[in-house]
């Protein structure tokens, strides 16, 4: 794709003035703007939000970079996996224009004493175990919108939770963007794609095989006519705790706009499950209309 492209050749910019300086150079020529940002390590549902943004905005800018304030004092920040050269390759392959790699001291030159909250929807699900956690997403990605200004930004549905609080910010905060919600990409197996899937051992990665089947059974469940939220769960429970050294953080199925919890399953749904195998945590969701 990036090969198909006239006179292009992949930039990084590793500060802020220099990709609000790409950024104009593009504008200037005409060209709409669309944002992918990750925290690297990329993989094939990354790269799909990059072959998402190339058929929506003609010129693509990737952040790759390791939010520490969305991590918890006890989580994998130190450890996140960063192979950025690898990292580079992919982008350049798939004809990205600027990858955006700043240090963290670019982003948080000092004590930030600004956040961006979204409340309400940041309290179930992911919310109950990692305080702090969409504070530090929702204030990074308002930093990069205010820095890359995209006209569209895209994010997987695979972190459900966080597409539906960007998508909040955003709208709260009249942001002049538009935020794209792209599918879950899978192993063959089923397994959601995650950087996070390379901690497993080979036995917890069959394991994990497992979260994905509990899904299925809760939408062929919900398909069959059962409304009872407690009953679904409790046979998708069974199904996760056959993962061997699996802790099941929350198994939820809430209403897919306002995460709300619900007794009987109605309309759009979200089922949601965190795991954690291991010391690693997985987690995975799918989204079903119960009508
Ligand atoms: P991350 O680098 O994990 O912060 O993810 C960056 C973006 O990629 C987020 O919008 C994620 O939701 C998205 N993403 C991660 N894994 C997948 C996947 N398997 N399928 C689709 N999107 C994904």
Known sequence: ????????????????????????AARAKGKTIGFVPTMGALHIGHISLIEAAARQTDFIIVSIFVNPTQFGPSEDFEKYPRPFDKDLEICKKHGVDVVFAPMPQEIYPGKN???????????????QFRPGHFRGVTTVCAKLFNIVAPDMAFFGQKDAQQAIVIKRMAADLNM????????????????AVSSRNQYLTRQQRKGATLIYKSLQKCRETIEAGVTNNKKIIDQMRKILNQIPSAKIEYISIVNAET??????????????VAVKVGSTRLIDNILVDAD
């Not at 006239?6 to 609000?20: F, N």
């Not at 004493?113 to 919310?127: D, M």
């Not at 995460?259 to 949601?272: F, T």
């Open 1 to 24: 794709m990036g090969g198909l492209k006239k006179d292009w050749k992949m930039e990084v910019a590793k500060t802020i003035q220099s990709i609000r300086k790409l950024v104009k």
């Open 113 to 127: 004493l600004t956040w961006v909250n979204v409340e309400k929807l940041t309290e179930p699900l992911c919310g």
């Open 176 to 191: 002049p963007l538009e935020i794209v919600v792209c599918p879950t990409i899978r192993e063959p197996d089923g397994l």
């Open 259 to 272: 995460l709300e919890s619900i007794d009987q399953v109605a309309g759009k749904v979200l089922a949601a």
